[in-house]
């Protein structure tokens, strides 16, 4: 227990840090946008990246590995989905923010910090990989099924062409690509612009969790909504146990990657959540709810599984 507080306490420690500042500093959210910035389009990328070019190529093709991960989390979003539509009534956009409640996480800002933390810098290429296929994924249902819903009518081109354009310019995608780039040529980098890389990458993890944790302050919890009653619990407990279900049965499989492939699908709902809520205006105060408390939850959830992951329970 002494390790998994060791590893636990220093990375939700600095999200309780954010959230004492935001909630005793009144700094506007705006505040926050250099550090976002500073956050998704340099520090990850260049963990990412760092990790993946050390990779041998090899590593890369493990497609089972990637079908299994990808396909728990749709069916967590299938669920949830059809939960909201079928069960409670409600429309498509609605229906669609809760299927991203459900199974969208974290996997951005918490999952690398956490997966290398606990399970060394080996765990960031099947984070990187599982990241890369859950976000095209995500990138492609969100307008799609807006669209359908919509009352008005959007090119296939149009949607097609945004749908592409999300997945080849995101800064983490991205610097995949590159890093796997690198890692093909065998070739080292400057040392220069690897000591860049270095600081960059060692940014990474103290300021996204210090982010997250003055966004959760500054987005306050007004109401709990009835739906995170099972929303979350599924987020947390159904989704890692479904992905474990999938990837352990992979013949083969490294211990370490089923491990961060479970520990990937128990992260919270992700702030990505609230905003694609907020860029459709739907749902937008419950998704934030969702965030903010799934993550409150996750610390007892996550360390639990950790505590069972570096102890050989499981």
């Not at 954010?18 to 009144?26: D, H, P, T």
């Not at 705006?30 to 050390?54: H, K, M, Q």
């Not at 599982?130 to 492609?140: G, P, Q, Y």
Request: proline share 7%; glycine share 6%; hydrophobic share 55%.
């Amino acid at each position: 227990m002494q390790q998994v507080a060791g590893l636990v306490i220093p990375l939700f420690g600095l999200v309780f840090l954010g959230y004492l500042a935001g909630r005793f500093k009144r700094i506007p959210l705006d505040g926050l946008a250099w550090l976002n910035f500073f956050i998704v389009y340099l520090a990850l990328p260049a963990l990412i990246f760092r990790l993946l070019s050390d990779t041998p190529v090899s590593e890369f093709a493990n497609v089972r590995f990637l079908i299994a991960t990808s396909l728990g989390t749709f069916l967590i979003f299938v669920l949830c989905f059809c939960i909201a539509k079928l069960a409670r009534k409600t429309d498509i956009p609605t229906a669609t923010i809760q299927g991203f409640a459900g199974a969208y996480g974290n996997i951005g800002y918490m999952g690398p910090p956490l997966a290398i933390a606990a399970f060394g810098p080996e765990a960031g290429v099947p984070v990187a990989l599982v990241f890369c296929l859950d976000n095209a994924m995500h990138f492609t249902l969100a307008p799609t099924l807006m669209a359908i819903s919509s009352k008005k009518p959007q090119s296939v081109l149009k949607i097609v062409s945004g749908i592409v354009h999300k997945i080849i310019t995101h800064p983490f995608i991205l610097a995949t690509l590159a890093g796997m780039g690198v890692a093909w040529l065998n070739q080292p980098l400057p040392a220069a612009l690897n000591q860049l890389l270095l600081s960059l990458s060692n940014a990474a993890a103290p300021c996204a969790l210090f982010a997250m944790g003055v966004t959760a302050a500054i987005r306050p919890l007004k109401r709990i909504p009835a739906e995170l009653g099972y929303l979350i619990p599924i987020k947390l407990i159904v989704h890692p146990l479904l992905v474990y279900v999938l990837v352990s049965n992979i013949p083969g499989v490294s211990t370490l990657w089923l491990h961060s492939a479970v520990l990937l699908a128990a992260l919270p709902s992700a702030t990505n959540v609230f905003v694609i809520a907020q860029q459709y205006k739907v749902w937008e105060e419950r998704a934030s709810s969702a965030v903010v408390l799934s993550t409150l939850c996750s610390i007892a959830s996550v360390t639990v599984y950790l505590y069972l992951a570096t102890n050989g329970f499981i």
